[in-house]
């Protein structure tokens, strides 16, 4: 406290207020100042929890440790946070408040989906129409931050309309589960003993499988992988399982932990010595696959129904680049993902999940490299991608979060493969625009034009001010620097 004093009189403030709060029991300073208030100190063994503080002039900010913090209504939360973390906290508190949903029905199950939840964050939940797939048309659900980004799709889209489509085909939908363990003697023994106690891994999770099964999922195999050559008495059960459209992490997770426990049982039974470290499903899925194509005819000249051959010889040359260096393979690989995320975010599926099967998925055969490949071969030019993709069409946020339902419905209310099929085409159409335009105009060209809004609303541009300059960059070229500029000249007329 005498530290604080000093402080406080050095600044010429005399007077000041310091409060001891307990929430949940957890005892938290807050310190704030206001010129001619005494110095109280609040009973600190008090239980009541103020639930409305008044800090008006908040210009020390210093957290300490917090207990219990979970147990917080989501009031309580906020103003600790508030007051705590930012240095505005009227304004903090009013920003999240903008962003609850008007319906409290609708609010409280957005604040269920995850813990410690103050408010919404908003995403753009746009559409990409006219995407032809096997035949029929649909219209694509995105969610994504970055501008150009629907707007790429929704030009390739349009491309490969009038050139025949896209063709989407899944190959697997094969998941992958993995218990691991330790064991350090006999491995021609382990072998037997797994072989042996096999079928008790099928029959002690029949209650587990019986509904899957039903449809036609459940578990496919249980082997036993020998992976001593990596790291000294390690072994693993490597398990794959059918989950037809839902996702099935918990059903997966759920067969592998009692995987263990009938593992662990009967290894004691027989004196078989080992030590299983954990039990959960992997990301990495390289037999749930999907691909994605689209060919043409190939002309001296582009036409409505094929590419020019220049073209054609490029675009290859691109996709050639892109698996043979890895820094470059990256950033097309990212193009890709920009589609195939965006409808896994708006269709609610773990669009982290993808993320790391894919990345793996890439770097297969030792080097990071393309998801994609082009070719030019008896008069065609052909571009398609394989790639692994666990998707769910029912479970989690399927049937919980609104937008979810309706992007579904806008889908045509698909299965868990026709679902793979569409991501696919995102990721091969948006893979497709930004070659495109890389091998002819550049990238910049049609970024920056989508980008200009943005720039246009950091700067503060009136509707007016945007519609005059949104005119005025049609044939020039967008960048902050121009943009900033064109808004003052502008502002000076």
Request: contains cysteine; aromatic residues 8%.
């Amino acid at each position: 406290m005498d530290g604080i004093a000093h402080t406080l009189q050095s600044r010429n403030i005399t007077t000041f207020r310091i409060e001891v709060f307990v929430l949940n029991r957890s005892s938290l300073l807050i310190i704030y100042l206001k010129l001619n208030f005494t110095v109280i100190l609040a009973d600190q063994k008090s239980n009541q929890i103020p639930r409305y503080c008044i800090f008006e002039s908040l210009n020390w900010n210093m957290q300490t440790p917090v207990e219990g913090f979970s147990k917080l209504s989501k009031e309580e939360k906020i103003q600790w946070i508030a007051h705590n973390c930012t240095k505005h906290p009227e304004a903090t508190k009013k920003l999240l408040q903008q962003y609850w949903n008007a319906d409290p029905q609708l609010q409280t199950v957005h604040d269920e989906f995850i813990e410690n939840t103050l408010s919404n964050y908003y995403l753009p939940f746009a559409v990409a129409p006219n995407f032809l797939i096997n035949g029929k048309l649909h219209t694509l659900p995105m969610v994504i931050e970055e501008s150009s980004v629907v707007a790429a799709a929704s030009k390739a889209a349009k491309f490969w309309h009038s050139r025949g489509g896209y063709i989407a085909k899944v190959l697997d939908t094969e998941k992958v589960g993995q218990v691991h363990f330790m064991f350090h003697g006999d491995k021609e023994a382990l072998h037997r003993f797994i072989a042996q106690i096999r079928p008790k891994f099928f029959e002690d999770t029949q209650v587990l499988t019986r509904n899957m099964q039903k449809r036609g999922g459940g578990i496919r195999d249980i082997t036993l992988k020998d992976k001593t050559n990596t790291l000294p008495g390690y072994f693993q059960l490597h398990c794959t399982f059918a989950t037809l459209d839902a996702m099935g992490a918990n059903f997966i997770n759920s067969c592998l932990e009692q995987f263990a426990k009938t593992l662990e049982r009967e290894a004691e039974a027989h004196g078989v010595g080992l030590e299983i470290l954990m039990s959960i499903l992997s990301n990495y899925v390289p037999n749930c696959l999907v691909r994605a194509e689209v060919n043409c005819p190939v002309y001296e000249e582009e036409s409505n129904s094929g590419v020019s051959l220049n073209f054609a010889e490029r675009f290859v040359q691109a996709v050639a680049i892109a698996q043979a260096e890895p820094y470059r393979a990256v950033t097309h690989n990212k193009g890709i993902m920009n589609g195939i995320d965006a409808v896994v975010l708006a269709t609610g599926n773990d669009f982290r999940a993808i993320e790391a099967g894919v990345h793996a998925y890439a770097s297969r055969k030792g080097q990071y490299s393309s998801l994609t490949h082009a070719q030019i071969e008896n008069g065609q030019f052909k571009f398609w991608l394989e790639i692994p993709l666990a998707l769910g069409t029912v479970g989690g946020l399927t049937s919980l979060h609104p937008l979810t339902k309706l992007a579904l419905e806008i889908l045509q209310d698909p299965s868990a493969e026709a679902l793979m099929q569409i991501v696919a085409v995102a990721g091969l159409a948006q893979n497709f625009a930004a070659l495109r335009s890389l091998v002819t105009t550049g990238i910049q060209q049609g970024h920056m034009k989508m980008h200009l809004l943005n720039l246009l609303n950091q700067m503060g541009a009136s509707a007016a001010e945007k519609k005059e300059l949104i005119g005025y960059f049609t044939d020039k070229t967008v960048s902050t620097a121009a943009v900033k500029e064109g808004l003052e000249l502008l502002r000076k007329k």
